[in-house]
């Protein structure tokens, strides 16, 4: 997909400051509003703010926003973004283009940040239709892609896009029905920061408990490779416990209750919360939320405020939750996600 380019997702530049991206080895090009990407997140406004405008475009020390971020003990190797060269410079030409260089990001992963960029609203429905159109690989490409963002979204900090992330994922697992596979565990579990990947592990874990107490014909296959991850990964048998201890807990179903299926507040009076979790359950604002309305949602016009809060059990909240005070830096090595497969 590259909805970068297509006219009916990004517009005309005519008349914008636009700014180029780079992303990953090929440095594949976008070409970007730059209020618009300045104004996503603190991320891109740091790092657009500290290229030199054409005017002063003397450039001491160089690299600004990389200096700046190292004297603030951001953490960590080397910085995701890079500034690089005025294209002028490197061209020789007038373009006044300024670039900016995220080297070890995916670039198809970036497609679909450029798709959530100009189209919040139609995020989802965007997605919907592409799917329609793709092959099987087509769709396990985007699966993986959508990880991909959403652990982007940790490292710039951008809640909005990581939950957008996640309720894509939760849709395309839902439509094909996939399982929670040992790969994707071990992926999670392995090779990801654990901050980064705090939302995405609670999911899979949910998914895990759900495939293996659901399915008399899947927990026998899986029972071997899952023994063999929870010795791999303690951090994983923790969780996975701690969610079954949860589930316990609120008298959930865990045979039942499919972390594919994402409830809005208003549908959680029905008998649909035993057989779904509440859409807010993996988002960044789990723990503000409630039962209410997803902010997003409130957002983007997309849904009226609950007139009401529902009594019941607290199914998916442990009450110390603090992960909206998580303060996430950016950083820069995230090759593991090079050679990702979920499959
Ligand atoms: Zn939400």
Request: proline content about 4%; hydrophobic content about 40%.
């Amino acid at each position: 997909m590259r909805w970068s380019t297509e006219k009916a997702v990004v517009g005309s530049l005519e008349g914008c400051e636009t700014v180029k991206v780079l992303v990953g080895d090929e440095q594949r090009e976008f070409t970007l509003r730059r209020e618009l990407l300045r104004d996503s997140c603190a991320f891109f406004k740091t790092h657009l703010d500290s290229i030199p405008s054409p005017s002063s475009a003397s450039c001491p020390g160089n690299g600004g926003g990389t200096d700046s971020e190292a004297r603030e003990g951001k953490q960590q190797q080397q910085q995701q973004g890079q500034e690089a060269e005025k294209a002028e410079e490197a061209e020789g030409d007038e373009d006044e283009d300024t670039v900016l260089w995220l080297p070890n990001e995916a670039a198809d992963m970036f497609e679909i940040f450029v798709l959530w960029l100009y189209q919040r609203k139609r995020f989802a429905s965007f997605l919907d239709h592409a799917i329609h159109a793709m092959t099987p690989d087509e769709c396990r490409s985007l699966r993986t892609n959508l990880v991909r963002l959403h652990l982007f979204a940790a490292v710039i900090d951008l809640p909005a896009l990581q939950d957008a992330a996640m309720d894509a994922l939760q849709d395309l697992y839902l439509r094909f029905d996939w399982d929670m596979s040992p790969r994707f565990l071990a992926f999670l579990y392995g090779d990801c920061d654990a901050q980064h990947a705090v939302r995405l592990r609670k999911w899979a874990v949910a998914m895990l408990a759900w495939t293996l107490h659901g399915g008399a014909d899947k927990a026998p296959a899986l029972a071997g490779p899952v023994d063999r991850l929870f010795a791999a990964y303690p951090d994983l048998r923790a969780d996975y416990q701690m969610h079954l201890h949860k589930m316990a807990q609120s008298r959930a179903d865990v045979r039942i209750k499919n972390p594919q299926l994402r409830l809005p507040a208003n549908r959680l009076r029905s008998g649909e919360r035993y057989f779904g979790f509440r859409q807010c359950t993996f988002h960044s604002h789990r723990a503000t939320v409630g039962e209410g309305t997803c902010p997003h949602a409130l957002a983007l016009g997309l849904s009226h405020p609950a007139a009401h809060r529902w009594d019941g059990e607290e199914v998916e909240s442990d009450g110390s939750d603090a992960d909206h005070a998580i303060i996430i830096s950016p950083v820069g090595d995230l090759s593991e996600r090079s050679y990702l497969d979920l499959s």
